[in-house]
């Protein structure tokens, strides 16, 4: 089924509204976006493409509004979102929460681990084998390794990959059992991160 039909459509004349509505109190905004999905599909991502010059312009239009602080949040690891939109006065957020950067200054910007403990990566070279089994047995299917999480994308397969998912996750499961990580399936991917991770943490952060 189309995300949107699953998720509900919000009702557009009263977004704009209450969008307005927040300049005439002289109160503050705070969007938040997501990117792959959101500001750029899925072939944009897959072929590394930049994003739309559109998108930008509307990205930087709404930041400059005195009323809003833009956020945009992403599975994606810092250095290709840094690619695309790092450039933009911007909050970003990447890894799903793990690591956040504020609006670039004239000084530049740093990227800041949201967890204060160090994070265990040794898991990955270990589950590197299982998702590459599934990935040659699976067609239009690959996996995506950022610095701390590892994700099975599988938006453009057949439906044998819904199949094969949920066998990745289970699998997964059982063998990262003794490792500081969680296994999800949703929106047609499979992701193993350090556990504790998340977007909703990484908005309160900012």
Known sequence: ADMTESL????????VATY???ERLGGRRLPVLGLLGTLID????KSLEALLPSVR???SKLAHSPHNTVVVCSGRDRALV????GDLPIWLVAENGLWI?????????????VRETEIDTSWMASLKSVFRYFDER??????????HTMTWHFQEAEDFAEVQAIALQEHLITVSANEPVEVSLD????????????????GATI
Do not use: H
């Open 8 to 15: 509900g459509v919000l009702p557009a004349q009263e977004v």
């Open 20 to 22: 307005k509505a927040c």
């Open 42 to 45: 899925y072939e944009e991502f």
């Open 57 to 59: 312009r509307n990205l």
């Open 82 to 85: 840094n690619q695309w939109i």
């Open 101 to 113: 950067r504020p609006p670039p200054t004239a000084d530049g910007a740093e990227w800041e681990m």
């Open 138 to 147: 699976t067609p239009d299917t690959f996996t995506e390794e950022q610095e």
């Open 187 to 202: 929106m047609k991917r499979v992701e193993v991160r350090p556990y504790g991770v998340s977007k909703g943490a990484a």
